[in-house]
């Protein structure tokens, strides 16, 4: 059996084909936008950001591309939610890749989750209840006050990984809470008049955004967590909301559009797309933008 | 809250069990030890309430508290809010991750499943054809997979046949994060040439292996033996695997030897163009050297002979799979193009009739090219919904049996086959299945085959591959 040359046919070939990626001190690979957009503002040039997912997908229905293992091979830190909702590709790039900076447990492995107070953790586990993740719901980000607390963590992280640019992180770090600190008291300024308004929700993705904003989710379009809305559920909730009217129907910018523009048709409420992570809007460019225009679009909707 | 109330009550437990297992002789002392606890419980009971007008206090100025506060105190607010999750800590949480796959068929088929073939490809005592008419279920697996250390992982499979037979369908040990793209793999596991091959039976999108899967592996082709894999370090994703194995498989043949019967190479090139459209391309190559590898046929004289074979068998795949989707977001629609072509020469001795129950027993050489494969179309058109094509081709190419050709000999045929089929998922842990095909798998007949198939996922919901 000879499978030595072609083997080295192979190699040879392959390898002429390649292209050695951009050197920077630190790469690193954020499951969802808004990490990449966290890193991007903690870490300026001194890291490279690659994010594996926009705000047009669906992060529960993401798959474990070959982009995405490649890019997986070279990370030295992964920027992530955590908490499973990444837990349908990020294992297979984990042990595909066989990366060990990025494994569980190290220091490359970083899941935002960790550092904030989880919400709407379920007392029972069961897939009969749709989508449920044991952790608690994922969707921090749409909380600032959780951007902030991943920033003070995340910025530790890059100055462990990257000791020689730790004053760089530090520094960058404390402008960055600075200015959020100030934007986070100016969104809660502007979004008061939000506060007890009733709301219908596409996906359950939003508890952190109510619990920051007070606002009262009253119903969800999906009859449970990732399961498609019916129209018998649809049905439902219109006979609440005929009953106990809500003032706007929220989803995210990947979700489908119909189920709510149908029920805002039938009960005159405005439907609200949020960009729900960075890139969901064309405000939302970068984690300021994300709030500034998640607010906006609320108090629009809700005047 | 009730938190602690609950530590402080353990800890007059505590206090009140101590001295009263110690010392239960003594009344007097008893009655004065009574004295002591009924004040501490009255002192505790009053600290208890303090406190927790103290907490409704703090909980009633919680929200101007927010304003306020810096990081540390908004998190404590937002405690307040939920539960409080308990990790479990019982031995039980180390167990393995836990799987199971059930899935069953309705099979309507035109023709006999029982003298199936495909006509002109040597038989290889595997998986092939459309299985049993009438109602059967398809085969249960039940998986186990957990870390084992900080640089392993095994991963056990079990399949259970409708037959009622038991059989480890998969049985590895992988290493974790060797570093410098290295994965090893060790143990009985599905091979990583072409592109289908690795996938489990559950996640395919037809009801049944292609045409060309089914002649040149019987299946699937898994065996036991090494796997190592190189991910090269660029942003084009880059993937080279070697495998060596014992050949307990056809094409190999299980022989008792030291060394290997088989080996097998693959490199792999993927990416992304746009954020829409995604690929993989591959090309493999699987060496073995079978060894008294025999099967059954009925041959020219139209007896039931046993033959050998012993030689060596060369397969080469070439793969490539497209993936579709709307800025990178599967869950309304999406469109996925895959195919594969198989080449196999053979070269060798073939021993005709080795029970001598027709002409005779009688080795010559045997060489053979031939070659098949198969394209598929899958396209979700609405959420849960699927529609797919797949066109089978086989070509029967050259087979030469030497002196052995005047009863083993055949007119040249090329196989073909035509697969419909549609499906619906309610979640992304079931399917139900309706299948149309037209299987010309045999110059005599063809089959028209009806298949409604159910595939259901419980328990740890391993990451799907690309």
Redesign the interface.
């Known amino acids: 059996m000879n499978l030595i040359k072609p083997m080295k046919w192979l190699a040879g070939g392959l390898l002429a084909l390649l292209s050695v990626p951009a050197f920077a001190a630190l790469n690193i690979f954020a499951c969802e936008p808004e990490w990449g957009a966290l890193a991007q503002e903690l870490g300026g040039d001194k890291v490279s950001v690659y994010n594996a997912t926009n705000a047009m997908q669906d992060p529960h229905r993401v798959e474990a591309k070959p982009s995405l293992m490649a890019r997986a091979r070279t990370a030295d830190l992964l920027a992530c939610t955590g908490a499973e909702l990444e837990v349908g590709w990020l294992p297979i790039l984990l042990r595909q890749t066989g990366n060990p900076k990025i494994q569980p447990g190290q220091p490359g492995h970083f899941e935002a989750a960790q550092y904030v107070h989880m919400l709407e953790i379920p007392s029972r586990l069961d897939r009969a209840d749709g989508d449920v993740h044991p952790g608690g719901n994922p969707h921090i980000q749409t909380d600032p006050r959780n951007i902030a607390l991943a920033a003070d963590a995340l910025a530790n992280r890059l100055a462990e990984l990257d000791a020689a640019n730790a004053d760089y992180y530090r520094q960058r770090h404390g402008q960055f809470a600075a200015r959020w600190k100030t934007a986070v008291a100016n969104w809660e300024k502007q979004a008061a008049p939000l506060k007890g308004i009733p709301v219908v929700v596409q996906h359950k993705g939003f508890p952190y955004l109510e619990n920051w904003l007070g606002l009262k989710q009253v119903a969800a379009l999906e009859p449970k967590p990732g399961v498609e809305p019916s129209s018998a559920h649809l049905s439902g909730v219109l006979a609440q909301l005929q009953r106990q009217p809500a003032k706007m129907v929220i989803r995210a910018a990947y979700n489908d559009a119909r189920a709510s523009e149908w029920l805002a048709e039938r009960t005159k409420i405005p439907a609200v797309a949020l960009p729900f992570t960075v890139g969901g809007s064309d405000r939302a460019k970068d984690l300021f933008g994300l709030f500034d225009d998640t607010v906006q679009r609320l108090l629009a909707a809700g005047r | 809250m009730s938190f602690k109330r609950k530590v402080l009550a353990a800890s007059i437990a505590l206090a009140l069990a101590a001295p009263l297992g110690a010392q239960a002789a003594d009344n007097a002392e008893l009655a004065q030890i009574r004295e002591q606890i009924k004040q501490m419980k009255e002192g505790y009971e009053a600290r208890i309430q303090a406190l927790e007008k103290r907490l409704q206090q703090a909980e009633s100025t919680a929200g101007s508290a927010l ?1 306020k506060a810096g ?1 540390a105190e ?2 404590a607010v ?2 307040a ?3 409080v ?1 308990s990790p479990s800590a019982s031995a039980s949480a180390f167990n393995p991750e836990i799987s199971l796959i059930l899935s069953g068929t309705y099979a309507n088929l035109s023709q006999d499943p029982a003298k199936y073939r495909i006509a002109g490809f040597l038989p290889n005592g595997g998986e092939i054809g459309p299985g049993q008419r009438g109602f059967g279920l398809g085969e249960s697996e039940l998986a186990v997979a957990a870390n084992i250390d ?1 640089y392993l ?1 095994g991963q056990f499979t079990l399949a259970v046949t409708p037959e009622d037979t038991v059989a480890v369908e998969e049985a590895f040990v ?10 090893v793999k060790g143990g009985r596991f599905l091979s990583g040439v072409g592109y289908l091959n690795e996938q489990h039976a559950h996640t395919w999108d037809f009801v049944d292996a292609p045409l060309a899967y089914q002649a040149f592996f019987g299946g699937q082709f898994k065996d036991d033996g090494i796997q190592m ?1 190189w ?10 695997g ?1 495998e060596v194995g014992r050949g307990r498989n056809f094409p190999a043949s299980n022989r008792a030897k030291n060394g290997f019967g088989s ?1 097998a ?1 693959f ?6 163009v746009g ?1 829409s459209h ?3 391309a591959g ?1 493999s ?1 699987l ?1 073995t ?1 079978p060894r008294n590898r025999t099967y059954s046929i009925t041959d020219n004289l139209n007896v039931a002979v046993d033959n050998s074979f012993r030689g060596d068998s060369r397969l080469e795949i070439a793969d490539f799979v497209w ?1 579709w989707a709307p ?6 629609t999406n469109f996925k193009l895959q195919g594969e072509y198989f080449r196999r020469h053979e070269d060798g001795n073939l021993t005709y009739d080795t029970g001598a129950a027709s002409a005779g027993t009688g080795t010559d050489r045997y060489t053979s090219a031939q070659s098949g494969g198969y394209l598929q179309g899958v396209y979700q058109f609405m ?2 919904w699927r529609a797919g094509l797949r066109r089978d081709q086989m070509d029967g190419g050259s087979v030469d049996y030497a002196a052995n050709s005047a009863n083993l000999g055949q007119a040249a045929y090329n196989p073909s086959k035509n697969s419909l089929m549609f499906d619906y998922s309610p ?3 079931s399917r139900f299945r309706l299948q149309f095909a037209q299987d010309k798998s045999r110059p005599e007949a063809t089959d028209n085959q009806m298949f409604l198939q159910y595939q259901m996922s419980l328990g740890a ?6």
């Not at chain 2, 992988?174 to 994965?183: A, D, F, I, M, Y």
């Not at chain 2, 991910?231 to 080279?240: G, H, I, R, S």
């Open positions: 304003d990081k908004e998190k937002q405690a809010a939920a539960p999750a900080p992982r992988q290493s974790l994060g060797l570093g410098n793209g290295l994965t894999k991910l090269a370090p660029t942003d084009t994703f880059v993937e080279l070697a080996a190479l490199a792999h090139l993927g990416g992304d954020v995604s690929w993989r090309l190559m060496r050297s993936k800025n990178g977001n599967p869950v309304f959420p849960r979640s992304e842990f919901h391993g990451a799907h591959k690309y």
